[in-house]
């Protein structure tokens, strides 16, 4: 019997976004001037970070010019992944979202422990910085870990399939990760030198509230 792409169907698939917005990355300056700058200015919340800064969720909210087109980007990718997934494309309902994001700025040592977003559709994360070269004892550094939801994943050890249960992202200035918010996740500690800011997000449809 032959095995033909036709036959095989995609089952309990969790679709991931992992893009790269580089016409974005010139707005990447401002951006993280703005950050820290608000994080010098509040004190900030605790949710799943462990150390570091991370803003009230009314972020995307901001009348700075570079989070106003970054709200817009996240809004079309936001978009265009709901009506990939769709039953039916053309449902206007694809079109009625909302939007909310926070600021992360993390440095030496501090991470985000694993959790998930409830009532939330989508989640997803921006990256004003990357992660540069991690140190040798510290291979994982500031690495975003999505968990394989499937039970027995993690029993698989072919990691040259796609039955591999593990997932990993050694993000750069201007990537783009966007994930359902079911999705359990986790940022390694960072051990960089420099200052790792992100902008993570969550799009909510009424249904979900």
């Known amino acids: ?92 309902r694809h079109n009625d979202f909302r939007l909310e994001g926070w600021a992360n700025l993390a440095r030496f040592g501090q991470y985000h422990s694993l959790h998930s977003h409830p009532n939330a559709c989508w989640s997803g994360v921006y990256y004003v910085t990357g992660n540069p070269e991690a140190p040798p004892e510290y291979p994982l550094s500031g690495r975003l870990e999505l968990i394989d939801p499937r039970p027995g994943a993690s029993l698989s050890y072919a990691d040259h399939t796609m039955l591999y249960g593990r997932f990993m992202v050694n993000p750069s200035p201007g990537q783009m990760v966007l994930f359902p918010g079911w999705l359990q996740h986790v940022v390694h500690p960072y051990f960089g030198e420099d200052e790792r800011i992100t902008v993570a997000f969550n799009a909510s449809f009424p249904e979900d509230a």
């Open 1 to 92: 019997m032959s095995v033909t792409p036709d036959r095989i169907l995609s089952v309990f698939a969790t679709p991931i976004v992992n893009t790269q917005l580089d016409a974005f990355t010139q707005h990447n300056e401002a951006l993280a001037t703005h950050i820290r700058a608000c994080a010098k200015a509040t004190i900030g919340v605790a949710r799943s970070n462990v150390g570091g800064w991370h803003s009230s969720n009314d972020f995307l909210s901001q009348g700075h010019p570079a989070v106003i087109a970054l709200r817009e980007e996240i809004r079309q990718a936001v978009q265009a992944l709901s009506k990939t997934v769709a039953r039916d494309p053309d449902d206007e």
